[in-house]
Every structure is written in structure tokens, then in C-alpha cells.
T-cell receptor, first 116, second 112 residues
Framework: DGGITQSPKYLFRKEGQNVTLSCEQN?????MYWYRQDPGQGLRLIYY???????QKGDIAEGYSVSREKKESFPLTVTSAQKNPTAFYLC???????????????FGPGTRLTVL | QKEVEQNSGPLSVPEGAIASLNCTYS??????FFWYRQYSGKSPELIMF????GDKEDGRFTAQLNKASQYVSLLIRDSQPSDSATYLC????????????FGKGTLLTVNP
């Protein structure tokens, strides 16, 4: 059963804590992405990775960090430097370069992070 | 600042009607365009993508692209209550699909 999994579904964080959100895919996709969605807002790109051991900052990378040690996994750490981390976090994956103009991003179920 | 604007909602249509969702984009370099459906509390799911001028049909859904006007639309024929959701329009940035710019979405309600 191919797809993208994210865990946990809900996460509560105290101020000053770092937390890590998990994202795993078994679609054999090269590219993976992290987005943030706030109520009534579009998705904003945090980081993306086109290949293992390489990743690029998106539009709102400050206060976040990522790693891409395996093709299947792209964890996101929300650090204490992120001033307003309460949001819905979405991981996505795509074929990447192999997809060309028709490359399409597919989303995982999301993690809802709340800062207490 | 690259932007994607969607027609302000919410949009309400009766069951069986055609729902029309519109989107304009500012980046003339955008090549690919995507429509996602997002149910409340859930993640976006892909409905269609389009990259050539004209119409593309898939079942009850038709995407329309006019690059000269920088305009994308999604028509939903024979709307069903299960189509009630927020519809997100996204445009590729520059020459690749790695960076997508998303609109804020249009909330569609289909009334039985």
C-alpha cells in the first residue's frame, strides 16, 4: 500500500522546546517537501529536497531544520527559534526531475502542532 | 512577489449545478498548474493538473488554462454535496515544479 505517512497526527509543544515531525514515503519519489498551512491561508513552503543528502530552503525556513539521510524519510524539526509554530504541517513528495513538466506533488495526512 | 489569487468565497451552488472556480497568477514563467481539493481538517488531494492552453477534462471536472491572460479555472459539472470542500489552486514557480505557489483557496458548498 503505497503512500505518505506523517506522525504524529497531533503534537503539543511547550514554549522553548524543539519537536520533530516525521514524514515517510514508499512511492520511490526523489523529491520531498514540507509546507505549513495557517487558517484561511495557502500553503507556504518551508524546505524541499530533490535528492538524498541535499535540501533547499523554501519561503519560510527560519526556525526550522530538516535532514534527508534516506530517500524515504524527510523529518522536520521545529526549533524554539520559530516564534509562531502553531499550524498544520504537511509533507509532500513527487518524482522530481523524472516527472518533468507533469511532476505532481502528493500530500501526506498532516501533523497539527499546537504550542501550549 | 509571485502570487496566486483565487476568487473570494465562499461559493454556494445547488446540487446538480456547475461550480466555477477561478485563479489568476502573477508569474509569467509558471508552466504547470494544479487544482487540489481539501476537506476540512484533512490534507490536500490532487484533482487535476494542466500545462497546455485550453481545456482538460476528467470526469465531472474540467480545467481551463489561458496563459496569455494568466488565468486558470476549474469547472465542476453536476455538483454533489460531497464536492463541498476548499479548492486550492497552485502554480509552478519558474521552470520547475519544485516550488509551487498556492492560492488561499475557495470554499465551495454544494447544497442538496
Amino acid at each position: 500500500d503505497g503512500g505518505i505517512t506523517q506522525s504524529p497526527k497531533y503534537l503539543f509543544r511547550k514554549e522553548g522546546q524543539n519537536v520533530t515531525l516525521s514524514c515517510e514515503q514508499n512511492l520511490n519519489h526523489d523529491a520531498m517537501y514540507w509546507y505549513r498551512q495557517d487558517p484561511g491561508q495557502g500553503l507556504r513552503l518551508i524546505y524541499y529536497s530533490q535528492i538524498v543528502n541535499d535540501f533547499q530552503k523554501g519561503d519560510i525556513a527560519e526556525g526550522y531544520s530538516v535532514s534527508r539521510e534516506k530517500k524515504e524519510s524527510f523529518p522536520l524539526t521545529v526549533t524554539s527559534a520559530q516564534k509562531n509554530p502553531t499550524a498544520f504541517y504537511l509533507c509532500a513528495s513527487s518524482k522530481g526531475l523524472a516527472g518533468g513538466t507533469t511532476d505532481t506533488q502528493y500530500f501526506g495526512p498532516g501533523t497539527r502542532l499546537t504550542v501550549l | 512577489q509571485k502570487e496566486v489569487e483565487q476568487n473570494s468565497g465562499p461559493l454556494s451552488v445547488p446540487e446538480g449545478a456547475i461550480a466555477s472556480l477561478n485563479c489568476t497568477y502573477s508569474d509569467r514563467g509558471s508552466q504547470s498548474f494544479f487544482w487540489y481539493r481539501q476537506y476540512s481538517g484533512k490534507s490536500p488531494e490532487l484533482i487535476m493538473f494542466i500545462y497546455s492552453n485550453g481545456d482538460k477534462e476528467d470526469g465531472r471536472f474540467t480545467a481551463q488554462l489561458n496563459k496569455a491572460s494568466q488565468y486558470v479555472s476549474l469547472l465542476i459539472r453536476d455538483s454533489q454535496p460531497s464536492d463541498s470542500a476548499t479548492y486550492l489552486c497552485a502554480a509552478s514557480s519558474g521552470g520547475s515544479n519544485y516550488k509551487l505557489t498556492f492560492g488561499k483557496g475557495t470554499l465551495l458548498t454544494v447544497n442538496p
